[in-house]
């Protein structure tokens, strides 16, 4: 090996007559094209062991450690993988499904008592709601005397199961439970922080 005359390939400039253990000084890539008397064409270093193994490798240094602690790239598929930060304000009264499926029937049925209170159906409102007073605080059945034929009479009266329920009634009723649930999971994470 060390009489032999050997050539390397530069890109696409040929470069030699060198002797090998000047070729091993080199640190050539493996993909590198060699040339010596031996072979018929020239040949990825590589692909000749007993040359391959007696060169000098050129080593690199390992990749740099990410810093972004939310962004990490993956190897085989090159894709951008993020992974997601919690909230730290919305996630102390992130609701339980438990819970937020008993607020969303508690607007519901709010939602329900609106609709009908202004679509003023008989069995919920007999009339437009009135602002004036503040439902279910306000009778639903009132009692009133009048005259039949002439003689004092008591009557019944049923307003609807709405009466007078309004957008006031509504956000009172919703925007407290919502409140209230609030209050409540603040006052839990207060709780555990001391307790830890």
């Given amino acids: 090996m060390d009489r032999k005359d050997f050539f390397y390939a530069n890109g696409k400039e040929q470069i030699g007559p060198i002797s090998f253990e000047e070729l091993k000084k080199l640190n050539l890539d493996g993909n590198t094209l060699i040339w010596y008397d031996e072979l018929n064409e020239w040949t990825k270093i590589n ?4 040359i391959y193994d007696m060169l000098e490798k050129k080593k690199s ?7 972004e602690e939310n962004i990490n790239k993956t190897d085989i598929s090159g ?3 993020l992974i997601k930060e919690k909230n730290k304000i919305l996630e102390p009264i992130k609701p339980t ?21 202004y679509a003023e159906i008989p069995f919920f ?15 639903i059945i009132q009692h009133r005397r009048f005259l ?10 049923f307003n609807g199961l709405f009466y007078s329920y309004d957008w006031t009634e509504f956000l009172v009723y919703v925007g407290g439970a919502y409140l209230i649930f609030i209050i409540i999971r603040l006052s839990n994470k207060d709780e555990l922080k001391t307790s830890a």
């Fill in 125 to 139: 409102s007999n009339n437009s709601p009135k602002t004036d007073e503040f439902w279910p605080f306000v009778s």
């Fill in 148 to 157: 039949r034929w002439g003689l004092p009479d008591e009557c019944w009266d």
């Fill in 79 to 81: 894709e951008v993988k």
């Fill in 97 to 117: 499904q438990k819970i937020l499926q008993r607020l969303l029937i508690w607007t519901g049925i709010n939602i329900l008592a609106l609709i009908t209170s």
């Fill in 47 to 50: 692909s000749i062991p007993e």
């Fill in 61 to 67: 240094p390992p990749p740099l450690p990410n810093k």
